[in-house]
């Protein structure tokens, strides 16, 4: 490790004050277990409490008589708490002096510091600095949840700078960090706002006022127009006539000839009928519809195979993004190519995952808006094949995550295993509002212009977040390469304090061997 003149490098566990325990980390096992936790009590300091120079508000407590048994484990204010498993590797805050009577969780570690060596914020700013960072890295063990044991992270190596340095060095990232925090809460706000914005687009579309209507327009143009309440008898008559033709040839080719008479049309189910029960009105020449009305064939699951080096392709459930599907997130499945064939993907086909841990989650849904590569979708997603000539699936594919339509699915929802999930019928029965086609088609324009300005001022603001990211690392990289602030030369240097230190430790160590000595003796008398 490179340091500035006047500046030492020692080992963490260096770092530590004078007296027992200094350097240590939480009760393992059965000494903290989550069936100790209470509603009120001392604190547990937990992973999620420590972020980088923050201290998180996720509560957890203790009862009174547990913490005593878990003295050793205290933290107390001003203390340095360390995250030990996770991402990044160290992370580390100060304990801030609201938190009261606390202890630390397994996998953090809590520094008490020598005061007379060092500030707590800024052995707590060293630590979550890219140098430290580095070093740890090579250390850091385990696959998916990287963890760094306390060996070896007493063994890390720390730049020390002196007393009055680093004083001015923490008053200064204190500046910097402020000024940071005042940026990201501006940002956020604009995030915020952009993500009402979009509801508010979304509301608008549904309810039939983001464009002119259709009637409106006709009115004024002098000429007929097509309501959706004819668009859609003639989307159900359209529906039967498909199901008719499809069964016709099914009965044909299983008994070698055409049916002899009409009794077989009666099995046609028709949609179930909807209920404007809680729906808001709609402007004139609009419609309320079912998704299954809308619909050019059933809703279908997907099916499950075994992974396979050899196989045919089928996507992974992580492939539905919020607003778009990934069609390289695939894997090879168990089956062949004839098997695939009912389950392959197209271009309009939109995607629904079936359950998610979050019930906010559930029934997401993305749009496949090119022509794949031969893929089948999995059991962990719904297909949705609408008639595109009637309702556009791009359409569909921006209501899909308006309020109305989450509102429904989330309702709708059933939970199992702490599994939110959403199934064909109630998929089925989701409401949606049909407007005439070529309304559609100017709806469809504008949201897109308007989704774009939010996506796009949404970028800005993801950019913006990211660069007062690097911004903060940037300004603990200089603080600890010795050019965040200027250095003084009448600054006592770091070596000479860690040497009086660790003098004044023997000589206390020595009168305290010294008064032990004594005590014997005068007890042998």
Not at 1 to 10: F, Q, R, V
Not at 256 to 272: F, H, L, Q, S
Not at 288 to 295: G, K, S, V
């Amino acid at each position: 490790m490179t340091i500035p003149n006047g500046w030492a490098a020692i080992r963490i566990e260096d770092l530590a004050a004078d007296e027992a325990g200094a350097l240590t980390d939480g009760p393992f096992g059965s000494n903290l277990k989550t069936s100790h936790y209470t509603v009120r009590g001392p604190r547990v300091i937990r992973l999620q409490n420590i972020g980088e120079g923050v201290f998180c508000g996720d509560r957890a407590h203790i009862e009174p008589t547990h913490f005593e048994k878990l003295r050793k484990h205290e933290a107390r204010a001003g203390d340095v708490v360390v995250a030990m498993l996770g991402e990044p590797l160290p992370r580390a805050c100060v304990v801030p002096s609201h938190v009261g009577p606390a202890i630390v969780k397994a996998d953090c570690v809590r520094l008490r510091v020598e005061p007379r060596l060092a500030l707590a914020k800024y052995v707590a700013a060293g630590l979550n600095s890219d140098p430290l960072k580095r070093q740890a890295a090579s250390l850091v063990h385990g696959v998916g949840r990287p963890r760094l044991g306390l060996g070896r992270f007493r063994e890390l190596e720390f730049p020390l700078a002196p007393l009055a340095e680093q004083e001015r060095i923490v008053e200064a990232i204190d500046s910097y960090s402020s000024r940071l925090d005042e940026a990201e809460a501006a940002l956020e706000r604009v995030q915020r706002n952009l993500t009402r914005y979009r509801a508010a687009v979304l509301r608008a579309a549904v309810e039939g006022r983001l464009v002119p209507t259709e009637a409106t327009l006709a009115r004024a143009e002098r000429r007929d127009y097509e309501p959706a309440s004819e668009l859609l008898k003639r989307i159900l008559a359209e529906r039967r006539r498909r199901w008719e033709a499809g069964e016709m040839a099914r009965l044909t080719k299983a008994v070698g000839k055409v049916p002899g008479d009409d009794r077989w049309k009666k099995a046609y189910r028709e949609p179930a009928a909807l209920s404007l029960g809680g729906l808001p009105p709609l402007p004139e020449g609009w419609s309320w519809a079912l998704l299954d009305q809308l619909l050019d064939q059933p809703l279908e699951n997907g099916r499950s195979v075994p992974d396979a080096t050899e196989g045919f392709p089928v996507l992974r459930l992580t492939a539905v993004r919020s607003d778009s599907i990934d069609l390289r997130e695939r894997k090879v499945g168990r089956w062949s190519g004839d098997e695939a064939q009912k389950f392959l993907l197209q271009r309009g086909d939109f995607l629904v995952s079936r359950g998610n841990g979050s019930r906010s989650l559930v029934g997401k849904g993305a749009l496949v808006v090119q022509d794949p590569d031969p893929v089948a979708f999995p059991d962990t997603l719904i297909r949705i094949r609408i008639a595109s000539e009637h309702f556009s699936p791009r359409l569909l594919a921006i209501l899909w995550n308006s309020a109305l339509i989450r509102g429904h699915i989330e309702r709708r929802a059933k939970t199992t295993a702490g599994i939110y999930k959403i199934n064909q019928a109630d998929l089925a029965a989701t409401p949606l509002p049909l407007a005439p086609r070529l309304e559609q088609e100017r709806l469809l324009r504008e949201l897109e212009r308007h989704l774009s300005v939010q996506k796009e001022a949404g970028v800005s603001v993801s950019i913006q977040t990211r660069r007062c990211a690097r911004l903060r690392q940037a300004i603990l990289k200089w603080a600890f390469e010795g050019k965040l602030v200027d250095q003084d030369p009448s600054d006592e240097p770091a070596s000479l304090l860690l040497e009086r230190i660790r003098a004044d430790r023997v000589a206390t160590q020595g009168q305290a061997s010294v008064g032990r000595s004594r005590g014997r003796k005068t007890t042998r008398r």
